[in-house]
């Protein structure tokens, strides 16, 4: 059975909206620092953008398997390595640190998957 992009874009892509309003009022009460909120802002913003690419993709390009997997794991490892970096920087810091660059190019990787992959063919409108 094939892995549920289009359902997988749409929890992250509801996910992100609450992890984003989290950020915006209930983190505020709890670290001061404003660079590390910033942090979560990027993560949940990014979150946000590639669940609707993963979305768009599941239905345009189906056969794609390769892009949705990057922008999954893309979106699995930058976005939440920024979160539990803002949440606790001293207890994650050493071990997820290093996945927030991979979780990068991992999203990367999956717009490049796009750019080389066949076009879809889109129905015409009458």
Known sequence: MPVPFWTIGCLYGASSVALGAFGAHGLKKRIADPQ?????NTAAQYQLMHSLAL???????PQNTIAMGLFTAGISMFSGSLYLLTL????????VGPVTPIGGLCLIGGWVALAVAKRPVFPKVR
């Open 36 to 40: 590390r909120l910033a942090n979560w």
């Open 88 to 95: 606790d920087p001293q207890r994650w810091g050493k071990i």
């Open 55 to 61: 979305t768009f993709t599941a239905a345009l390009a």
